[in-house]
């Protein structure tokens, strides 16, 4: 289906045109995440006049390489990736930031990550997380690694030694199914999983934890591209308004202040 | 040796012999098929053994694949379901059912068949052996499992299984030849659960040894059963049942050969005691005939045929008989009796008076002249004469009486019943037909004696004697006359 896709869109413009190809973060599964993100794509084929891809990449940081390696041309970064791609001074420029809708189509300028449980696991504060199997996302992840950890450690509680077990499950559903399964006693995610989790299965859930308003995806090209198109692009990322969007549905784009990433978590 | 016993040796020994030879092909035959079938057996269960290990062997490689990725090892250490999940999951076939990778202390890390089941301890496999082979009870299911503890930078971070639940369809799959059953047998499970291994179609039986780990369930057994196939178990029954038709036809069939035989041959039997008796003179010709007109009844019978040639053969020798018997009693020129036959006539009259007290009289005619006749005009007419004489006798004797030639030209009369007077009258009319017209145009003349037989005759010479006698006197007397022998007469 791709293939097909990224052939018609081939032919539909200049023969010889380079396709701009867009790397999305893995935070759930690709075929949510690029379905999430086709109207954006056929947004930017119509500005850009170029033929654009959505790929997914197997992990968060494989971003940060596809970009440098120029494998990707655009990559929609997690929050603490571009944080991480800043401190190492990987030489990427800032485009814009996505904002999106709650379910109710209302703009939702940032999200939060959360740990939580079930109710009457026993778990109710930090120390009770101590010996017992918790569920992490990426090791990338903003809400589903990064500030979970950062918040254990406020809290006096060390995850590399004092959780019993720690899991990796990569996407944030895939967190609240193994918490269902009783595969784990808690884990993190971000915010709007636990909505929706409330919405399904009630209030069966234990909020252990949340984090301030985090920025959504940082979407970066590398410095090395052409100046004319890249702003072409951030024009491109500007003039998009889909008000119909709901969820994890890009909704439009702004430019925030980039020290905002330099402060997540905190 | 009767021509039964012939017949019927000579129609079993031939039955014998293709009995025997038969039942020798029959059993080599049978010896050679089964061979044959063991031999089948032993490569198809040689067959299900590799399926077996080809199903272990395919295991062990995924295993070690598994063992031998540095990111697998990397995501085992970081505890990375969901990286664990993707690999495993692809390790499951439709045998491979089940496959997990266990942190060093025992922990889930991930289940290849159930993406969110995780988590939980694992303690039915033992895992401090480095590598292990074995049959163990999984989530309540008797499996083979095939494990391999994994490595991390030298360091020990856990294990991975692959499990193959025994079922009754992998069994099923292993022993998929059709004419085999293999069943496995623990504490806890029987596959397959019918009771269909217990019957005389079982050809043969294996234990299948597959090398388990110490560790593994006990009491563990792999049956690998052959069945006879539906043509194999005709093929059986029929080798048993074989012989018993051909005995029962090799005891039957003679006494039918015998029964056909007698009776079919029982005319024949009865036909050759007839001429057997007609050769030792106990039966005339005569009732050979009769006997063998009784075997002309016969229908479709070959015999029929016989009896009508004999019947025509006996027909033919009666008249031939008859006919020499015609002759020997016959005068050739005269046609009547000869001297032989009224010696017979004679001789039967004497007895059947002397027995009854009958009487007879015998009268003895002689030509007049008769050597002059044939002087005169010849042999031609005298024979002539002689012929016409005895005519003339004959045609005027009555039914009882014998007439024949006695000599010469002597002809005799024997009258049964008849006393010397109605001899006498006989006679003389004998004399006056003679005498009444000329015979070749000669006046014939004849000399007539009579004679009655006497109680004191003993024989019949006497009683001619007396007759001659009297024909003598006849003679003597002038001629063409006829004179009674009396005592006076003498």
Redesign the interface.
């Known amino acids: 289906m791709f293939k097909k896709i990224a052939i018609f869109i081939f032919f539909s413009f200049e023969v010889f045109a380079k396709p701009l190809i867009f790397g999305l973060n893995p935070y759930l599964p690709s075929n949510q995440i690029e379905k999430l993100h086709e109207k954006l794509r056929l947004h930017l084929e119509t500005k850009l006049q170029t033929p654009v891809i959505l790929t997914t990449s197997k992990n968060y940081k494989e971003q940060i390489e596809l970009l440098e390696t120029g494998k990707i041309d655009i990559a929609a970064m997690s929050p603490n990736l571009y944080y991480e791609a800043r401190q190492m001074k990987k030489p990427f420029i800032y485009l814009a930031t996505v904002t999106k809708n709650d379910n109710y189509k209302n703009p939702k300028p940032g999200y939060k990550g959360v740990i939580f449980t079930l109710k009457g696991s026993g778990i109710k504060t930090f120390e009770d997380l101590k010996g017992k199997r918790f569920g992490f996302t990426d090791r990338a992840s903003t809400s589903g690694y990064v500030c979970p950890r950062n918040a254990m450690l406020k809290h006096g509680i060390d995850p590399d030694k004092d959780l019993g077990y720690s899991f990796l499950l990569k996407k944030h559903s895939k967190i609240l199914s193994a918490l269902l399964q009783n595969s784990i006693d808690a884990g993190a995610t971000y915010d709007r999983v636990l909505q929706e989790a409330i919405l399904i299965y009630g209030d069966v859930f234990h909020l252990l934890y949340e984090t301030p308003l985090l920025p959504y995806e940082a979407y970066v090209v590398s410095n090395k591209m052409d100046k004319q198109l890249l702003e072409k692009i951030r024009e491109a990322l500007l003039n998009f308004e889909d008000s119909d969007a709901i969820g994890e549905a890009p909704a439009r784009f702004e430019v925030i202040e980039e020290s905002l990433y330099d402060q997540l978590c905190i | 040796m009767g021509l039964h016993v012939k017949v019927i040796l000579t129609a079993i020994l031939p039955f014998l012999l293709a009995f025997f030879i038969g039942a020798m092909n029959i059993n080599t035959f049978f010896k050679t098929q089964q061979a044959s079938l063991y031999k089948n057996i032993d490569l198809k269960s040689k067959i299900v053994y590799e399926r077996v290990e080809d199903h272990i062997n395919i295991m062990k490689i995924m295993v070690n694949n598994f063992a031998n990725s540095n990111e697998n090892l990397s995501?085992v250490f970081?505890?990375?379901?969901?990286?664990l999940f993707k690999i495993i999951k692809n390790y499951l076939t439709p045998f491979i059912q089940k496959s997990f990778v266990l942190?060093a202390d025992g922990?889930v890390?991930a289940r290849g068949h159930d993406?969110?089941?995780?988590?939980?301890f694992f303690k039915t496999i033992p895992t401090e052996k480095n590598e292990l082979f074995g049959i163990y009870d999984v989530e309540g299911k008797d499996s083979f499992v095939y494990g391999k503890k994994l490595y991390y930078k030298s360091q020990y971070v856990g294990s991975i299984f692959l499990l193959i639940p025994i079922t009754k369809e992998l069994l099923q799959d292993f022993a998929k030849d059709g004419d085999s059953v293999l069943t496995y047998s623990s504490a806890t499970t029987t596959y397959p659960l019918s009771s269909k291994l217990i019957d005389d179609t079982v050809l043969k039986n294996y234990k299948l040894n597959l090398h388990l780990d110490s560790s593994s369930l006990q009491n563990i057994d792999f049956d690998l059963t052959f069945y006879a196939s539906e043509e194999i178990i005709d093929l059986m029954k029929i080798g048993k049942q074989i012989y018993l038709p051909l005995l029962f036809a090799f005891l039957i069939i003679p006494f039918v050969v015998f029964g056909v035989l007698f009776f079919h041959l029982k005319p024949y039997t009865s036909l050759i005691d007839l001429l057997k008796k007609f050769s030792q003179k106990e039966i005339s010709l005569k009732e050979l005939y009769t006997q063998c007109k009784k075997f002309s009844y016969q229908k479709h019978h070959e015999i029929k045929n016989i009896s009508r040639a004999l019947e025509g053969m006996i027909e033919a020798t009666e008249k031939s008989l008859d006919e020499l018997e015609r002759i020997s009693i016959t005068d050739t020129l005269t046609r009547v009796y000869n001297r032989f036959k009224m010696e017979k006539v004679l001789t039967r009259e004497i007895k059947k008076s002397l027995r009854k007290q009958t009487i007879f009289s015998v009268i003895i005619l002689d030509i007049d002249f008769f050597k002059s006749i044939n002087d005169t005009y010849g042999h031609m007419i005298g024979d002539k004469v002689l012929k016409q004489v005895a005519q003339k006798i004959q045609a005027n004797i009555r039914d009882t009486d014998w007439v024949g030639r006695w000599g010469g030209e002597e002809f005799m009369i024997v009258c049964e019943h008849t006393n010397e007077q109605e001899a006498y009258l006989l006679a003389d009319k004998m004399r006056k037909i003679i005498n009444s017209e000329k015979i070749e145009e000669t006046n014939v003349t004849v000399s007539l004696g009579v004679s009655q037989y006497n109680q004191n005759d003993t024989n019949w010479d006497q009683v001619v004697t007396r007759a001659d006698d009297a024909l003598y006197i006849a003679k003597n007397s002038g001629r063409d006359s006829v004179k009674i022998f009396r005592s006076q007469n003498v």
Request: no cysteine; net charge negative; proline share 0%.
């Open positions: 995501a970081l505890k990375d379901n969901d990286h942190s922990l890390l993406e969110y089941f995780f988590g939980d």
